[in-house]
C-alpha cells in the first residue's frame, strides 16, 4: 500500500493527518493546502483499521466530494474509495432519509423542491390565503421559512415563538406563520422536501428515533467536514448528534473565510468548536502556498482587523511580489476601463492568458460595465454563475415529467406539466384540483384519479382530457421497473409529446431547446453506463433525479470553455484561485455593504468577504474605486471603502491622480483623510429573531440614457450655463484643453465642430479612449 503521500506534507499538515485519538480543529489559512490535508486524512484511515463504510465525509459541493474520492481512489485503490460516505450534506442526508423514509411519514420515492419549487408553492399559497403578494413576497417569506428551519424550528415552534411573531408583525407579515403551516403540510402531502428539510429531517429522524441514531453512530467511526464555517445551526447539530459519545470528528475550516451568514451558515460553530467538544486538538496550517508574500501580508493586515477571530499567522515563502495596486477612477465607466487597460498591459508585458485573469464584485449588477468594457476590445469572458443548464425552462419541464412519474403526488411538477405540451387543461381547472386537493387534505394527483369522489366539478371534456394525462403518467410509471432512467426518460421525451413541441420549426430558440434536451439525454445515457460500470445494474429515474437535484452553482460550472476572463461575485471565487485579481467597487455602501448598516458582526463578514478576495490571488492583485456610480437609476457620490484603510499601506501601491501620492509617508496620510471623509452608512441591518439576516428581494432598475441631473435645453432655446448645468459655456471649449468629465475621468480636447445646440468636441481621455461629445449635454470641467 503507497504511503509515500505523506512526505508531501509539511509539519503542521502532517500532524493533523496522523491523529485521531479525539475531535481535531483544523484551522486552514487561505492556500494552506486544506484539500490535501482531508484527502490524505481519509486515505491515512483507510490504512490505519478504518473501513471504508465506517467514514462519513461531508462537503459542500459535490465537485469538491468527487475531486476527494478521485485523490483517495489513488492512494488506497478506487474499489475501497468507492465505498466511501462522501458528499454535500444534502446528498448524503437524503440517502439516509430515502433509506429511513418510513420513520418519518414519508416514502422513499420523496421528491426534492428546488428553490424555484419552493417559491411557487408559496406563491400558490399566498394567492390562496387572498394575501398581498406584493406584501408578502415569496423571497422574503421563503427566507424567513428557510431560516427557521436552518435552526430547527418547525411551524408548531415558529407560530409559539413570540419574538418571531413580533417580528413579523413589526415587518407587516404577520400570516407567516400561517404560510409556514401551510407549506410544511402541502410539502407533505406532494410527498416532498425542500433543501433545507434535508437537513431538518435528518435531525428529526435521528433526535426521534434513538435507535436509528445508534446505528449510524455504530456505522461512522469517523466524521470529517470541510468548510465548517460555512455550516449552519442544522448542519452543526447533526454533527454533533453522530459524533457526541465517539468523539471521532475532524473538521476543517477558517473562521476568516466565513461568508455566507445570508445563507444561514452560523461563524460560532468553529468559533466555540473546542467549547462544544473539550478534548480537541487543534492544528493551525498556516503557510500559505498560492500567494506572494505581498499579497498574504496585506490580508494578514486587513483580516486582524476583526475581533471574532481564531489568532493565526498565515506565511508566503513564495516571491516577495509587487504591492498591491490601487486605481481610483471618476465613475465606474471609467473604472471598466482602466481594469481592462491593465489586463492588456500584463497580457502584453508578462504573455498571460485571458483564463489568468478574474474580476471580483460585490454584486453581479457590477458586471455590466465590465462587460462592455472587454466586448468593446473583443476580449472574450465568462460570467460565472449564470443559468445552470438544469434551470433551463425545457429542461426543468422534462424533468417534471420524470419527477411525477417517480411521485405522482409531487405538486408544482404536477401542476408545471398538466398542461404542456398544450391540452386544452386551463388554470381555472388546475384552479379547482388544487382546491378540492386542499379541501381534503389530498395530492392533487389522487384528486384527478377519483375526481367525483373529491367533488371536482368538471365538464365532460375536461375529464377526458384529465384522464388522458392521468394514462400518460400510468402509462410511465407501469414500467419503471423494466427500464432504466436512459431509457424510461427517451419514452417520456417521445411520448409525453415534448420532442414534437420543440421540433415545430427551426427557429434559433427552438434549435437550441432541441439541443438540450438531446444534450440532457446524453447525460442520462452517460449516468447510466457510468452507474453500471460501478455495478449498479439498476439505474432508476429515482437515482438521476437525485444526482441532477443535488447540483450546486460550481458543480454546473464548466472549465473547458476555453480561455476566457472570468468576472463573478466575491462569494462565487471562494475555493478559487488566479494569477491576477482585480477586485472591483470598493466604496462605501457597496463593499462594504449598505445593506449591513453598522452592524459589527456584519462589518466583520464584509471584512471577511474582502479577505477572500484578495487572497484569490497569486501573483497579483488590484483593487479599485469610483468617485461616482449609477445606481438605483441615478449617478451617486461615492468614497473609497474604509476597509482600503485597513491594509497597511506599505503593502500598497497607491493611486497618485487627484492629490493622492504614491509615496507611502505622505500619500498614506492623505489616502487616509479621503476614506474618513467619506461618509458612514446609516442603513440598519434585518436581522430575523433566529439569528441570520433575511434576504430582500432584490429590485433591478435600468438607468436612464443619461443622467436625470442634466439640464436639457429649454424650450425658448437657451443654452445651459455652467451655473446652471455644471458644464462650461459652448463657446469656451477650445482644442488642446485639459477637461475633467465625471464618467470618462481626465482626456484632452481634440477638436471642435458646429456651433449652438449642435456643438460636438472630439476628446482623447486617458482611460476611455477617444469619445465625440455632443457639449449641450456634457458633463466636464475645464482644469487646464
Known amino acids: 500500500m503507497k504511503t509515500n503521500y505523506l512526505d508531501e506534507l509539511n509539519n503542521s499538515q502532517l500532524e493533523a493527518v496522523r491523529y485521531n485519538d479525539g475531535p481535531a480543529l483544523v484551522i486552514a489559512g487561505a492556500g494552506s493546502g486544506k484539500t490535501r490535508v482531508l484527502t490524505y486524512k481519509i486515505a491515512y484511515l483507510l490504512e490505519n483499521g478504518y473501513e471504508p463504510w465506517n467514514i462519513l465525509a461531508l462537503t459542500f459541493t459535490n465537485k469538491a466530494a468527487r475531486e476527494m474520492k478521485d485523490r483517495i481512489g489513488r492512494q488506497v485503490g478506487e474499489q475501497r474509495a468507492r465505498y466511501l460516505w462522501m458528499g454535500t450534506f444534502h446528498s448524503v442526508f437524503s440517502r439516509i432519509l430515502r433509506a429511513e423514509a418510513s420513520h418519518i411519514g414519508f416514502t422513499s420515492q420523496f421528491t426534492i423542491y428546488d428553490t424555484a419549487d419552493s417559491k411557487s408553492l408559496l406563491r400558490s399559497i399566498i394567492k390562496e390565503m387572498g394575501l398581498d403578494d406584493k406584501t408578502y413576497k415569496t423571497g422574503m417569506v421563503q427566507a424567513r421559512i428557510s431560516n427557521a428551519k436552518n435552526h430547527l424550528v418547525s411551524p408548531t415552534g415558529y407560530a409559539a415563538n413570540k419574538e418571531a411573531y413580533e417580528a413579523d408583525v413589526a415587518a407587516r407579515v404577520p400570516a407567516v406563520r400561517d404560510i409556514y403551516r401551510r407549506y410544511w403540510d402541502r410539502c407533505r402531502q406532494a410527498g416532498a422536501m425542500d433543501f433545507d428539510d434535508l437537513l431538518m429531517n435528518t435531525y428529526l429522524l435521528f433526535n426521534d428515533h434513538p435507535d436509528v441514531l445508534a446505528r449510524y453512530r455504530n456505522q461512522f467511526r469517523y466524521v470529517l467536514v470541510d468548510e465548517y464555517q460555512d455550516t449552519n445551526i442544522a448542519q452543526h447539530s447533526i454533527v454533533l448528534q453522530l459524533t457526541k459519545e465517539n468523539q471521532r470528528v475532524c473538521v476543517v475550516g477558517d473562521d476568516a473565510q466565513s461568508i455566507y451568514s445570508f445563507r444561514g451558515a452560523d461563524i460560532e460553530n468553529i468559533l466555540y468548536f473546542t467549547k462544544i467538544y473539550p478534548n480537541t486538538r487543534v492544528f493551525k496550517l498556516e503557510q500559505n502556498y498560492r500567494s506572494t508574500q505581498t499579497i498574504v501580508c496585506a490580508a494578514n493586515s486587513l483580516i486582524e482587523k476583526n475581533e471574532r477571530q481564531i489568532q493565526k499567522e498565515v506565511f508566503s515563502e513564495k516571491e516577495q511580489g509587487e504591492p498591491i495596486g490601487v486605481f481610483q477612477a471618476y465613475s465606474d465607466m471609467e473604472e471598466g476601463e482602466i481594469v481592462v487597460n491593465k489586463i492588456a498591459e500584463l497580457r502584453r508585458e508578462k504573455d498571460y492568458g485571458y483564463a489568468d485573469f478574474a474580476i471580483l464584485y460585490r454584486t453581479n449588477a457590477q458586471s455590466r460595465i465590465f462587460e462592455e468594457a472587454l466586448r468593446k476590445r473583443t476580449i472574450p469572458y465568462k460570467i460565472y454563475g449564470g443559468l445552470s443548464f438544469y434551470q433551463r425552462k425545457e429542461i426543468k419541464d422534462v424533468i417534471a415529467y420524470f419527477r411525477l412519474v417517480v411521485n405522482p403526488s409531487d405538486e408544482e411538477a404536477f401542476k408545471r406539466i398538466i398542461n404542456y405540451p398544450a391540452r386544452g387543461i386551463g388554470e381555472t381547472t388546475v384552479g379547482k384540483i388544487i382546491a378540492a386537493a386542499t379541501e381534503n387534505e389530498t395530492s392533487l394527483w389522487t384528486v384527478i384519479c377519483e375526481p367525483l369522489t373529491y367533488g371536482l366539478v368538471i365538464n365532460k371534456g375536461t375529464h377526458n382530457k384529465l384522464q388522458g394525462f392521468r394514462e400518460l403518467i400510468e402509462l410511465f410509471i407501469g414500467t419503471q421497473g423494466d427500464k432504466n432512467a436512459y431509457e424510461l426518460g427517451t419514452d417520456i421525451i417521445r411520448q409525453s409529446g415534448i420532442i414534437n413541441d420543440v421540433c415545430q420549426d427551426t427557429s434559433p430558440e427552438n434549435l437550441s431547446r432541441r439541443e438540450n434536451i438531446e444534450e440532457l439525454v446524453n447525460g442520462m445515457n452517460d449516468f447510466c453506463a457510468l452507474r453500471m460500470e460501478e455495478g449498479n445494474s439498476n439505474v432508476s429515474l429515482t437515482d438521476f433525479l437525485s444526482e441532477v437535484s443535488l447540483l450546486t452553482d460550481q458543480d454546473s460550472d464548466k472549465t473547458d470553455d476555453g480561455e476566457k476572463i472570468t468576472l463573478m461575485t466575491v462569494h462565487s471565487a471562494k475555493g478559487l484561485e488566479f494569477k491576477n485579481v482585480f477586485v472591483v467597487g470598493l466604496e462605501e455602501n ?30 497579483h492583485c488590484f483593487l479599485s474605486y469610483a468617485k461616482t456610480r449609477f445606481r438605483y437609476g441615478k449617478m451617486e457620490f461615492g468614497s ?27 500619500g498614506a496620510s492623505r489616502f487616509r483623510r479621503e476614506i474618513e471623509r467619506g461618509g458612514m452608512r446609516s442603513a440598519s441591518s434585518s436581522r430575523t429573531p433566529f439569528g441570520a439576516g433575511t434576504s430582500k428581494e432584490k429590485v433591478q432598475v435600468i438607468p436612464p440614457a443619461m443622467p436625470r441631473n442634466l439640464k436639457r435645453v429649454n424650450s425658448l432655446g437657451s443654452k445651459p450655463t455652467a451655473s446652471a448645468s455644471g458644464t462650461p459655456p459652448v463657446g469656451s471649449v477650445e482644442a488642446g484643453q485639459m477637461i475633467e468629465h465625471e464618467r470618462f475621468g481626465i482626456g ?16 482623447h481621455f486617458k482611460n476611455a479612449g477617444d469619445k465625440q461629445l455632443l457639449l449641450r449635454f456634457a458633463r466636464f470641467k475645464i482644469i487646464g
Request: charged share 30%; hydrophobic share 35%.
Open 590 to 619: 457597496l463593499f462594504p455593504s449598505g445593506m449591513v448598516g453598522d452592524s459589527p458582526r456584519g462589518l466583520e463578514e464584509e471584512r471577511r468577504l474582502f479577505y477572500v478576495a484578495i487572497t484569490r490571488a497569486e501573483e
Open 640 to 666: 473609497p471603502s474604509r476597509f482600503l484603510h485597513d491594509i497597511e499601506t506599505r503593502y500598497l501601491h497607491l493611486p497618485h491622480e487627484a492629490g493622492l501620492a504614491r509615496s507611502v509617508d505622505e
Open 748 to 763: 484632452e480636447v481634440m477638436k471642435v465642430e458646429g456651433a449652438g445646440d449642435n456643438a460636438k468636441a472630439t476628446i
